[in-house]
């Protein structure tokens, strides 16, 4: 989803300002499946309240500067649904973990262990982030959204775990065969 279709989304869902959108899009369910930074986030912002899809006002705060918080405009939603209504592209998995794999062979069964075993960590940890956003106030969508997340996060998890060892003992005997 560009950045354009996840800034409308997510007014939809309320007010918020740039900040609040790239929290949400670094660590709540949108985390899953977006990468937005906040060099993308905010010049789409503008773009949109130049277009007259969002409006913009700022809001005071105590020892602070004012915060802009942005608002879905009438023409705003109808520009995401229209946008909705195409159907998404498939899934794209561009993983370096997986690129660092392919090339395995070109070093220790040891680095390839500790690659493996990192990104089991790394699972984990997303599994846990995941869980814990299910234990806030969230919708029936966005419930079944970190629901496929947590599926899908298990499966790549399970998946290492349980091949780890076969790839680790097949490497071995092509380096040996090599020497």
Same mark, same amino acid.
């Given at each position: 989803?560009?950045?354009?279709?996840?800034?409308? *989304?997510?007014?939809?869902?309320?007010?918020?300002?740039?900040?609040?959108?790239?929290?949400?899009?670094?660590?709540?369910?949108?985390?899953?499946?977006?990468?937005?930074?906040?060099?993308?986030?905010?010049?789409?912002?503008?773009?949109?309240? #130049?277009?007259?899809?969002?409006?913009?006002?700022?809001?005071?705060?105590? =020892?602070?500067?004012?915060?802009?918080?942005?608002?879905?405009?009438?023409? *705003?939603?109808?520009?995401?649904?229209?946008?909705?209504? =195409?159907?998404?592209?498939?899934?794209?998995?561009?993983?370096?973990?997986?690129?660092?794999?392919?090339?395995?062979?070109?070093?220790?069964?040891?680095?390839?262990?500790?690659?493996?075993? #990192?990104?089991?960590?790394?699972? #984990?940890?997303?599994?846990?982030?995941?869980?814990?956003?299910?234990?806030?106030?969230?919708?029936?969508?966005?419930?079944?959204?970190?629901?496929?997340?947590?599926?899908?996060? #298990?499966?790549?998890?399970?998946?290492?775990?349980?091949?780890?060892?076969?790839?680790?003992?097949?490497?071995?005997?092509?380096?040996?065969?090599?020497?």
């Amino acid at each position: 989803m560009d950045v354009r279709t996840l800034c409308l *989304g997510i007014l939809a869902l309320g007010d918020a300002s740039g900040y609040e959108i790239k929290k949400m899009v670094a660590e709540g369910s949108f985390s899953f499946f977006s990468e937005a930074s906040y060099g993308s986030i905010y010049p789409a912002l503008t773009r949109l309240t #130049e277009e007259g899809l969002v409006t913009c006002r700022e809001e005071a705060q105590d =020892k602070r500067p004012d915060k802009k918080v942005y608002s879905l405009t009438p023409a *705003g939603r109808a520009a995401l649904r229209d946008t909705l209504r =195409k159907d998404p592209g498939p899934d794209r998995h561009r993983s370096e973990f997986l690129a660092a794999l392919l090339f395995a062979e070109a070093v220790s069964p040891e680095r390839v262990r500790d690659l493996i075993d #990192e990104r089991v960590a790394q699972h #984990e940890k997303k599994i846990a982030e995941l869980k814990g956003l299910l234990e806030e106030d969230v919708s029936a969508v966005s419930r079944f959204v970190i629901e496929y997340g947590i599926a899908t996060q #298990e499966a790549a998890l399970h998946y290492l775990k349980r091949h780890r060892d076969r790839l680790l003992g097949e490497l071995g005997h092509t380096i040996e065969a090599a020497e």
